[in-house]
């Protein structure tokens, strides 16, 4: 069965990523040198390599007797350890290397897209093995097409393609609920077939 945290438990930490192993997870140690699992999904979602730093949204990870003192349950990158050592090399070579010239001015960000590009990345994003709540995919997108912000009215463009899609049959959704009591669910979830959803939540309650 899977298993289910409050709220008031969801604790925000600041850790950097020390190992991934063979399997696709990963584990990160905060600055109090606690131990963070992170679960492969989260690692695959954002290429996440050693040395990276995150901010990660983590749960209490004792009940499933491993080494590991918390759980992510969601991460945002604050910086890659490839952009680090870029940065030590080219302060190292910035004396003798010759300067180059002005790049040009990069190509001003979209302020939107057309409804033909945004179905196209949406199904995009549904191609991969991830369940996507709006904002996530969302700003994804709006990463991928170099959109400028991702305004409510963006979010509700990606709802409405969404929505449309599942309408016809083409996607599958989950809805969350916090409790019983609820009307509205708290959260939605999207992925491309049922069998998707089904295969990732079985995923994450063998790993745990």
């Not at 179905?119 to 996530?136: G, H, I, M, T, Y």
């Amino acid at each position: 069965m899977p298993s289910y945290f409050e709220q008031s438990s969801v604790l925000s930490v600041r850790c950097t990523v020390t190992n991934v192993i063979k399997t696709g997870a990963a584990f990160a140690a905060t600055e109090g040198n606690d131990q963070v699992f992170i679960p492969v999904r989260i690692v695959t979602m954002h290429n996440l390599d050693i040395g990276d730093s995150v901010s990660a949204y983590v749960i209490d990870n004792a009940e499933a007797s491993r080494s590991a003192k918390y759980r992510a349950i969601r991460v945002y990158v604050e910086r890659r350890f490839a952009d680090i050592v870029s940065e030590r090399q080219s302060h190292l070579t910035e004396d003798t290397t010759p300067a180059a010239p002005a790049a040009p001015a990069p190509a001003p960000k979209r302020q939107s897209m057309t409804r033909d590009e945004l179905r196209k990345a949406v199904e995009d994003c549904l191609a991969q093995p991830f369940c996507w709540s709006v904002a996530d995919m969302a700003a994804d997108i709006a990463d991928d097409y170099e959109i400028k912000s991702v305004t409510p009215e963006f979010k509700q463009s990606v709802q409405n393609v969404l929505t449309s899609m599942h309408n016809a049959g083409d996607v599958a959704a989950v809805k969350v609920y916090a409790n019983g009591s609820q009307e509205r669910a708290t959260s939605m979830f999207f992925a491309r077939h049922v069998g998707m959803i089904e295969t990732l939540l079985d995923y994450e309650v063998d790993d745990k």
